[in-house]
C-alpha cells in the first residue's frame, strides 16, 4: 500500500524544496541525458546558465508548485537541450536537483519545457513550464 499525505503535509514538503535551495539559485541547461543522481558529475554540455528569482517557485497549492517569475538567459553554448541542474547561490558545483528538459509544445511533457531545444550561442533561452508535483496530488 502507498502511503498518503494530506494537502498541508504535501505542501509543506514541496515549500520545503525551495527554502533548502535559497535564493536565486542557477540553473543549468544542459545537452545529453541526465545523471544518474544529483551526487553525479555533470554530463553532456552547458549550454545556458540562468540565475533563476530570488522567489524561483510559487507556494504549493494542492501538492503542486510551479515556476515563478521570467527565467530566461542568454546561451553559452550550442546544442540540443536534454536535461537541467539547478544549484544553490554561490555552489556551482552542487546538485540540488535535475530533470529533463522537452521543447515546449511536445508531449509528454518533461519536467522542465524550454521555447526552443535547439541552442545556439547567444540565443536567448527560456523557461516556459516547470512544475513540480507532490505525491498523491
Not at 23 to 48: E, V
Not at 74 to 85: N, S
Amino acid at each position: 500500500m502507498a502511503l498518503q499525505f494530506s494537502v498541508g503535509v504535501r505542501n509543506k514538503r514541496g515549500n520545503a524544496i525551495e527554502t533548502e535551495i535559497g535564493t536565486a539559485p542557477t540553473l543549468q541547461i544542459r545537452s545529453g541525458n541526465k545523471p544518474a543522481a544529483c551526487l553525479t558529475a555533470d554530463s553532456g554540455s552547458l549550454l545556458c546558465t540562468i540565475t533563476l528569482p530570488s522567489d524561483w517557485y510559487s507556494a504549493f497549492a494542492a501538492g503542486v508548485g510551479t515556476k515563478s517569475g521570467t527565467w530566461s538567459g542568454v546561451a553559452t553554448g550550442a546544442g540540443t537541450a536534454g536535461h537541467f541542474r539547478i544549484r544553490k547561490a554561490g555552489s556551482p558545483d552542487s546538485c540540488e536537483m535535475q530533470g529533463n528538459i522537452t521543447p515546449a509544445s511536445s508531449s509528454p511533457t518533461a519536467e522542465m519545457e524550454i521555447d526552443n531545444a535547439s541552442i545556439a550561442i547567444s540565443q536567448t533561452v527560456t523557461v516556459t513550464l516547470f512544475t513540480i508535483t507532490e505525491g498523491n496530488a
